[in-house]
Structure formats: structure tokens, C-alpha cells
């Protein structure tokens, strides 16, 4: 009798070393997603886009969001910025820079995209300080 009570209580034991263990390994792996959440992007030389309106994206107002030479943005993980929200399309819109001159084209989304309000219905330019408004989503463009 005391022997299987030796064995259970072994079995107790390895059992909470096990659920200990797998806390402390989701408390280094939350530890190390926090920790790359708040760091900043890297800067870039051709520009950012400033999140103005995140929507539900959870990216905080004021996040800059650095551009390439062509970004495309929308709700796919393989775009360059990508913009979780429902009102996004998952390639909604591509940002191209060309000759100095930034340019954006809606790619097909079901929202639109609107500069400064306005629909973008064929590749439009624009300018620094410009608001990119993609569905519930809103994004300044700064250098």
C-alpha cells in the first residue's frame, strides 16, 4: 500500500514539474513577444507611414510603419505592412515610389482606398502629410 502511494505521489510530482515547466517556458516566449512588440521598426530612408487610425489592428496611433520602394499593405502576412483589421482587404493597396514621388493604386480591395478623402481609382500621388485611408484604417505618410 505504501509503495503505491510512493508511486502516485511521483506521478503528482512529475506531473507539476511538467505544468511548471511549460509555465516558465510561455512566461520567456511572452517575455520575448512583448519585448519585440514594443521595439521600434527600423528606420527607413524612403519614408514611414504614421498610424493615424488603427481600427481594430491593435497598432497603437503614432506607430511608424517603415515603407520600402513598393509596399504593399493589407491584411496577408506576406504584404509589407500588414494591417490586421476586417475592414482591410488582404491585399488592399500598394505604395510605389517612383522618380522622388510616392504613388498609391488600389489592388481590387472591397473597401477602397481613399487619399485625403478622395477615392483612388487610378494610381494617385502622394505628398507628405498625406492621409491613407484604407477601410477602418487610417495612415500619414511622413518621410
Do not use: C
Not at 43 to 65: C, D, F, N
Not at 82 to 87: M, Q
Request: glycine letters at 12%; zero cysteines; charged letters at 15%.
Amino acid at each position: 500500500m505504501s509503495f503505491d502511494l510512493f508511486v502516485f505521489g511521483l506521478n503528482v510530482a512529475f506531473v507539476g514539474l511538467l505544468y511548471l515547466f511549460l509555465f516558465e517556458v510561455m512566461r520567456v516566449v511572452l517575455r520575448e513577444l512583448r519585448q519585440a512588440a514594443t521595439q521600434a521598426p527600423t528606420e527607413s530612408p524612403h519614408g514611414k507611414l504614421v498610424m493615424v487610425q488603427a481600427g481594430s489592428t491593435g497598432i497603437r496611433p503614432g506607430t511608424a510603419l517603415p515603407l520600402e520602394p513598393t509596399t504593399a499593405l493589407g491584411r496577408k502576412l506576406t504584404n509589407g505592412v500588414v494591417l490586421d483589421d476586417s475592414t482591410v482587404s488582404g491585399e488592399h493597396a500598394v505604395l510605389y515610389l517612383r522618380d522622388g514621388q510616392w504613388y498609391v493604386r488600389d489592388a481590387g480591395s472591397t473597401n477602397g482606398t481613399l487619399v485625403n478623402g478622395q477615392d483612388v481609382v487610378a494610381p494617385a500621388a502622394m505628398q507628405v502629410g498625406d492621409v491613407l485611408t484604407l477601410g477602418g484604417v487610417q495612415l500619414r505618410l511622413t518621410r
